[in-house]
Structures are given as C-alpha cells and as structure tokens.
C-alpha cells in the first residue's frame, strides 16, 4: 500500500490507465475519474511481478474521512479483466478493509456500491443504507460497514 506521493510515475500511470479502461471503456460509465480525491488516499495496488513485465491485476483506493466523506472510504475497485474470478478483488477488499478499521478503529467505512456488486460486498460486512441511485449512468448503493464497538 501507497500514499499518493509514494506511487511511481509509472504506477500513476498504471493505475489510471486500469480505472479508465474498466469504468470507461468496459463500463461505458463517463465521469472525471481524476477527482482531486487521489492526493488524500492510501493506494492499493496489486501487482503480478512474476512476470517479465510486471503486469496490475486489482486496484482499490482508501479516502481518509473528511475527504471525500465525513467516514473513510473505499473506491475505485477495480480487478483487470484478466483476473476476474481468481479471488484477487476478494483479497484485494479484505486488506482494504483490515487497513481502514487499524488506520480508523471507531469509524464506520463508506463505499458508493455498483448495485451488481452489493452482495460481494455484504460479505465483508457492509450493509446498504440508502435506495438504488444513479451515479454515473450506473445503479449504485451507498453501503456502511459499522466501526467495531471496543467497549
């Protein structure tokens, strides 16, 4: 895991270039992905390094509270197509979340769920909180994983 002023150029570019190609490309969902929002996370990115050509598999950026939203968040989850049913995006959210509750321990976490993907994420405790709204061309949920009471 990255803050943003750790990450490469080459990393930048990577990370980018995989976000465009899954929510603009694949998903047809046009927005202004560079939301100034970047420069205030913790940067996941997971990486194939076995290879001759270090290759990204899955992506995930951690928002700190009161940049995005009053809770910390996670967004920006991607997994490359050519890693898709592996368990990678599984893994990938489950350190998301083990970071976000040790770096947050008494804040509850946010994500803008794709509506798809609700019940992936009710697996690692997420429960939705809102109706289905439109956010980009595609139906989303907003979700809250509670802070874990430490009474």
């Known amino acids: 895991m990255a803050f943003f002023d750790q990450v490469s150029v080459d990393q930048l570019y990577e990370i980018l270039r995989a976000r465009q190609e899954v929510f603009a490309v694949e998903q047809e969902s046009i927005y ?3 939301d100034g929002k970047d420069q205030h996370s913790k940067h996941l990115l997971c990486w ?3 290879s001759a050509t270090p290759a990204r598999l899955a992506y995930l950026r951690i928002v700190a509270p009161g940049k995005k939203y009053p809770k910390p ?6 997994t490359c197509k050519s890693t898709r049913g ?4 599984k893994e990938l959210v489950r350190l998301g979340v083990e970071y976000t509750l040790r770096e947050y321990p008494q804040a509850s976490i946010r994500i803008s769920a ?3 993907l609700k019940r992936f994420y009710e697996e690692f405790g997420f429960l939705q909180v809102s109706d289905t709204y439109d956010e980009d061309g595609t139906p ?7 802070a874990v009471s430490r009474e």
């Open 32 to 34: 202004q992905d560079v």
């Open 48 to 50: 194939n390094s076995e």
């Open 73 to 78: 968040s996670i967004g920006r989850v991607i």
């Open 86 to 89: 592996t368990g990678i995006g």
């Open 114 to 116: 794709q509506l798809y």
């Open 140 to 146: 989303h949920v907003e979700m809250l994983r509670m």
